[in-house]
DNA sequence: GTGGCGATGTATCGGGCCGATACATCGTGC
DNA sequence: GCACGATGTATCGGCCCGATACATCGCCAC
């Protein structure tokens, strides 16, 4: 999950590890709220290691080096196996993709992914949330006497954001089949242009069988 | 987090590890959806070996054993000391208290929380939420050109959902103040009496045995 | 009657991810 | 000159997960 995460940022530019987990930070905002650095530090070693990511240490090609460069900050940048390795993960759509984060992550790089393997995801996703949400149902209905009143309203708390959910994910499929991207949301002033910086940068770039 | 719950349904009642993970799932709902046997298993070994829990192999006791026994489910009891530590970690809250799992299982464990101890896991848990939502407003003021629109509709709908949070905490937080137990829900028909089966079981005293 | 089959039940293993911790460097203020 | 907070890299122990491998029970079909 991270590693779909961490090669979708350094294609957009090549990145030190404190500042992918900023980036990391604000793209996945609620889903994955900081990275931690336990995690950071080996999956990059990991993601080298395999070849997907190289090291451009202090790529400081602009203006003269601002630091003594003793021992620096590692520039990672991602590699043309990174690139491919990434376009695969964005295709494929395991059980893993449905559950919060995943999915999370996988919509974060929406606007790189294809139309047909948005939809295939955002109703992996209302699958799993409607699962979700009917067992919840069934408890409420079933053993609502052998539960005391706490339990009680988090069931119901749980049962509300998961039919939000819902309502929320058939909107976005709505909108996916009628072609138009999100962004049109009721609530919002919407001064940005619905489609922003890059919509579809990649027409129809899944490799695979299209399926 | 798992300890607490784990102990927390042993002093229901004495159960095998199979119940245990059923039972899990209903009480926590969304929190968790269900835990994972390499999960369940090593953390009973664990609660085993530090006293809190200990085995009753194959308690039928009431019955005569229906099956040949050999070596069959291995039922487990809270002990003494598991009491006292389940006590001990209800009312103790550290950071990880506020964040969801954390949150989700002491909450789903509130009946046996005393007001004060309730009121302290609600309120850093509304301050917990009100960050992240302040994060999130953050990031769609500041940085909404610089994201794309799928990003943004994920920050727009993870900030709904900390609003929304916000709001439930605060009436929550309101009723126990005010003495009421939660379950007056607005938006229910609300067939069960809001004071189903134990709504406050303990007035005033906290931890130590409370039968 | 036996053979498959799904539910029940216990257990391990590799690996992802986390929090805590320890460093080292830079810019700034005092 | 030096303390201090921001930036920055890295490791360690530990929780938890998914996959997997068992073994038994009740039941129905053939």
Known sequence: MLELAILGLLQESPMH???LRKELATKLG???AAISYGTLYPTLKRLQTAGW????ESADSEIIPPLTSKRGR???KITAEGKERFAELLAQAGPETYDDAGFGVHFAFFS???RATRLRILEGRRRRIEERREGLREVLARASDRLDAYTLELQR????ACEREVRWLEELITNERSGKSPATATNLKTGTSPAGETPL???GPHQDRPQ
Chains 1, 2 share one sequence.
């Open 17 to 19: 590890g404190y500042e």
């Open 30 to 32: 609620t889903i994955r």
């Open 53 to 56: 990511i190289g090291e451009a």
């Open 74 to 76: 590692v520039v990672y």
């Open 112 to 114: 790189r992914t294809d």
């Open 157 to 160: 708390h749980g049962l509300d």
């Open 201 to 203: 940068e990649h027409p």
